[in-house]
């Protein structure tokens, strides 16, 4: 009989004692069930005890998270909170050194839990450790300088428990003095600081900047960009992930007149450089918390453009209308011509002309398109930037389409139009940052102006893509759907410079998104449904069995190797092959490259399978760590791998080619009972896969097939029809 649900079983711990296996019972009060507890160790004032989960988090049991408490759970008996609080706040108040610094890391460790956390609040805590910060610390300065290690250890875990504590979100973060916050700042003002506490006083920076628009101010008094910006040229990379969420937060609570000044001071101090260099091509790979910041200062970066995209065109603005004259100008090489030359009518109608041949909707008055928004005066900011910046694409595009039929010429007004609002759209220019996404674009962190180069370089494709579609007039929004599809496929890429990406859409032509579509609509015709899907499930085992018969076999028919040595290059060669009962791997030295199989009996090595603990490659193969020439070599790195087995030692190879890199890599994976996850391999299975499902389907063709099975029919009324054919 199955135990009740309520009951738990459960080991306990108490130190100097021997753990209790015990059974508790969810419907008893905590109070309770810790008094049994206690009585069982024969210990007093149950009420001063409390039990918490015994593993690094330490959190306590209260009736709230009970029942997460499963089967087989480890608990610990302990002081309460409230206990354990009391004693905390009477330890770090201790006038030993030794014993303020160990009561100030228990108090970081316990400020994790919440229960514990609201305990310590409620003695008034938090303005214990803002008082140590502001000048308690200032009563070891003295001993700085003498005790160094231990005084940044100090402030460490003072400041590390305080935003423990903070993040509960009990206490408001705008109780806090401008001595606090002046403390704080000089922390990140100083050059030289101890890491952990340049850490938490960023830490503490942000959430202050983020949590009070009274404190932002405040800060912003405090810490400029010039002292931030030393953070991000150092090589750790929480300190510089830390240093760009304060930057964003003080960008994302600036009053809107100030984030353009914001904006210029960034850019004087040269943050995006810096940031590229420093952060995104450093040799550290970049985590999912400094992905999520760059993604941040990516979008606050391009909402800046938001104020000009939602800026509608005066038409009676002389200054507005002379930015479209200059576009006149640059395109057909003309001057403005004075008052007196010819009639008013004549310029009017050489206007509209070239208005015309610059694809405006409105020919008569071209300011008018610039009425809508989005994209409203943002459009007109690329064209000018396309025409002044690159002038010769800007110029051909013109003059390529001002000579062709009036049906099949690509209007650059109107498509730049749309673009920048179809940029804006893909980009989310004016959206608020989400707090879970990371997707930042390296290649936005190469140029100051990105999005007008971004734009330059797409506008380019529209008129490409145009010519390819041989597109009409009337089909200028299929165009503008292609061209989308190529944006952000190249996107997904993540290309890691303008020119990166510019070349990624030369590889998605139209001709491309075709073959592109035809193949993902194949795909998912007919195959979608639930019984289909319930197919290839169950033959998907069946292909990767043939898929590794036939990696096997290949290991078995074997492969010449070229040595290659470290310093020189020979053509020297070797075989390996697998035995036909995949026992053992047979290898040994040649003279020349053989023609055809070479016999198991003239490999003179062999190396049982049982022997080989892990199949290694790329860089982390031992042949690929050796210095000189060969280790700088991409292609070898891509080809090598290797065998550990016993004794540490390594079969070292470096396949011909990628095709039988993945053969060797896959069948020996397949020899350790391990996944076969080579791209030769994905590629197979799909092929195998898809060819299999379309042959089992060929007798449905036509027929469509029900999402449910059909009824199982009900039982006959007799079974008379039943006969022995016997």
Not at 10 to 34: C, G, N, R, T, Y
Not at 86 to 113: C, F, G, P, Y
Not at 146 to 160: A, H, V, W, Y
Not at 393 to 420: M, Q, W
Request: glycine share 2%.
């Amino acid at each position: 009989m199955p135990p009740p649900a309520d009951i738990v079983k459960v080991a306990i711990e108490w130190p100097k004692a021997f753990p209790k296996l015990m059974e508790i019972d969810q419907k008893k009060p905590l109070s309770a069930i810790i008094k049994e507890v206690c009585e069982g160790w024969s210990l007093g004032n149950h009420e001063n005890f409390a039990l918490q989960i015994a593993d690094a988090t330490n959190f306590y049991i209260t009736e709230k998270n009970r029942n997460d408490i499963k089967n087989g759970s480890i608990l610990r008996l302990t002081t309460s909170p409230y206990q354990t609080a009391i004693q905390l706040h009477e330890r770090i108040q201790s006038s030993s050194m030794d014993a303020k610094l160990e009561a100030l890391k228990d108090l970081a460790n316990a400020s994790r839990d919440i229960t514990f956390a609201q305990e310590f609040i409620n003695l008034d805590g938090i303005s214990l450790l803002t008082q140590m910060v502001e000048s308690g610390t200032e009563r070891y300065q003295k001993l700085q300088k003498i005790m160094k290690p231990c005084f940044g250890d100090l402030l460490s875990f003072t400041l590390t428990a305080f935003v423990e504590l903070m993040d509960h979100g009990i206490v408001s973060w705008d109780t806090f003095s401008v001595a606090f916050i002046k403390k704080i700042a000089s922390y990140v003002n100083k050059s030289a600081m101890d890491t952990a506490v340049l850490q938490r006083s960023l830490a503490i920076l942000e959430s202050m900047v983020l949590n009070s628009q009274d404190l932002y101010h405040k800060v912003a008094q405090e810490i400029t960009i010039g002292q931030l910006i030393p953070h991000l040229q150092g090589t750790d990379q929480d300190i510089q992930t830390y240093t760009i969420a304060v930057i964003n937060a003080l960008f994302l609570k600036a009053p809107e007149e100030k984030r353009q000044e914001m904006a210029h001071i960034l850019a004087q101090k040269q943050l995006r450089s810096i940031i590229l260099s420093n952060v995104i091509r450093s040799p550290t790979p970049i985590n999912d918390e400094m992905a999520h910041q760059l993604y941040v200062l990516q979008v606050l970066t391009f909402n800046l453009l938001e104020d000009r995209m939602m800026t509608k065109m005066d038409p009676q603005d002389q200054a507005q209308r002379d930015i479209i004259f200059e576009l006149r100008r640059i395109a057909f090489d003309v001057e403005c011509e004075p008052n007196n030359s010819g009639s008013i009518e004549k310029r009017k109608s050489m206007y509209t002309r070239d208005y015309k041949k610059l694809g405006f909707i409105n020919h008569v008055n071209p300011a008018v398109d610039f009425t809508q928004i989005p994209p409203g005066m943002l459009a007109l900011d690329n064209m000018l930037y396309f025409a002044k910046h690159h002038q010769d694409a800007y110029i051909r595009i013109v003059l390529e389409n001002s000579s062709r039929e009036d049906k099949h010429e690509c209007p650059f007004g109107r498509s730049s139009i749309e673009l920048t609002k179809m940029l804006c759209e893909i980009l989310k220019v004016g959206e608020l940052p989400s707090e879970n996404c990371h997707d930042f674009h390296p290649m936005f962190f190469t140029h100051d102006r990105s999005f007008e180069e971004f734009f330059c370089i797409c506008i380019q494709l529209l008129n490409k893509t145009w010519k390819e579609m041989r597109a009409t007039s009337e089909d200028f929004n299929k165009v503008m759907q292609v061209v989308k599809e190529q944006i952000m496929r190249a996107l997904t890429l993540k290309p890691n410079s303008l020119d990166q990406f510019k070349s990624r859409l030369q590889n998605l032509s139209y001709t491309e998104i075709l073959k592109i579509r035809q193949s993902e609509r194949m795909n998912q015709e007919d195959f979608q449904s639930r019984p289909i899907l319930e197919l290839r499930e169950k033959i998907q085992p069946e292909i990767m069995e043939l898929i590794k018969q036939q990696r096997l076999n290949r290991l078995c028919e074997g492969t010449c190797f070229r040595k290659i040595s470290s310093r020189r290059r020979q053509d020297k060669f070797w075989y390996c092959r697998l035995s036909p009962n995949h026992k053992v791997l047979h290898y040994g030295d040649l003279e020349e490259s053989p023609q055809g199989e070479v016999p198991h009996d003239s490999l003179q090595d062999k190396l049982p399978v049982a022997d080989i603990k892990a199949v290694i490659t790329g860089k982390d193969c031992p042949h690929m760590k050796e210095k000189g020439a060969l280790k700088q070599n991409k292609e070898v790195l891509e080809l090598a791998f290797s065998v550990l087995y016993e004794s540490d030692e390594y079969l070292n190879f470096i396949a011909p080619d990628k095709h039988e890199y993945c053969v060797w890599t896959d069948g020996l994976n397949a020899l350790l009972g391990k996944e076969m996850t080579s791209d030769y391999t994905k590629s197979d299975m799909d092929t195998l896969l898809s060819m299999e499902m379309k042959l089992r389907l060929l007798d449905l063709e036509n027929i469509q097939i029900p999402e449910a099975p059909p009824p199982i029919p009900k039982e006959p009324s007799n079974y008379d029809f039943v006969y022995d054919c016997n």
